[in-house]
T-cell receptor
Framework: DGGITQSPKYLFRKEGQNVTLSCEQN?????MYWYRQDPGQGLRLIYY???????QKGDIAEGYSVSREKKESFPLTVTSAQKNPTAFYLC???????????FGEGSRLTVL | GENVEQHPSTLSVQEGDSAVIKCTYS??????FPWYKQELGKRPQLIID?????GEKKDQRIAVTLNKTAKHFSLHITETQPEDSAVYFC???????????FGPGTRLSVLP
């Protein structure tokens, strides 16, 4: 069954800690994306990657880092430098230039 | 960069009535305009999309229209049903699927 898997679904973090959110896809998609969703603000792009070992900053990359060592995987690290990390994070993928984004089920991060 | 505005932010309609959500974009290079539906607690899913070489597209009760000159596009849902209740996001993209910019979303409530 093809799709995008995000984990964990819920995550609690203390201030000052880094956390890594996992995103895995078996759709053979070239491009992968990380979005942050806050109430009333839609989806804002954090980072995206169009090919293995390459990625670009999105609109709100500060305080986040990513890697793309494998085509299937695009983990996101929320660092302690992110001022307001509590949010819902969505990973997505698509064939480059082919339109439809496929989303994972999301990870909800809460900083205590 | 691209900026996408979406109106209204909330919309309530009676079951069976029509609903219209409007989006405007700023970048004339955008050429792909998808609409996503996000039910409560679930991932966004594509419901319809339109490319810049087409003025209108219809899929059963859902239609999208595009006015490139005015840089706006709209989602039309006819004969609304309770299961249409969700948050709807419009988006604009260049190169048919890269660099998506999302609108802030419209919360649609269909009242029985």
């Amino acid at each position: 069954d093809g799709g995008i898997t995000q984990s964990p679904k819920y995550l609690f973090r203390k201030e000052g800690q880094n956390v890594t959110l996992s995103c895995e896809q078996n759709l053979n998609h070239d491009a992968m994306y990380w979005y942050r969703q806050d109430p009333g603000q839609g989806l804002r792009l954090i980072y995206y990657s169009q090919i293995v070992n390459d990625f670009q900053k999105g609109d709100i990359a500060e305080g986040y880092s990513v890697s793309r060592e494998k085509k299937e995987s695009f983990p996101l690290t929320v660092t302690s430098a992110q001022k307001n990390p509590t949010a819902f994070y969505l990973c997505a993928s698509n064939y480059e230039g082919a339109g439809e984004l496929f989303f994972g089920e999301g990870s909800r991060l809460t900083v205590l | 960069g691209e900026n996408v505005e979406q109106h209204p932010s909330t919309l309530s309609v009676q079951e069976g009535d029509s609903a219209v959500i409007k989006c405007t974009y700023s970048d004339s290079a955008s050429n792909y305009f998808p609409w996503y539906k996000q039910e409560l607690g679930k991932r966004p899913q594509l419901i319809i999309d339109i490319r810049s070489n087409v003025g209108e597209k219809k899929d059963q009760r859902i239609a999208v229209t595009l006015n490139k000159t005015a840089k706006h596009f709209s989602l039309h849902i006819t004969e609304t049903q309770p299961e249409d209740s969700a948050v709807y996001f419009c988006a604009a993209s260049n190169n048919y699927g890269q660099n998506f910019v999302f609108g802030p979303g419209t919360r649609l409530s269909v009242l029985p």
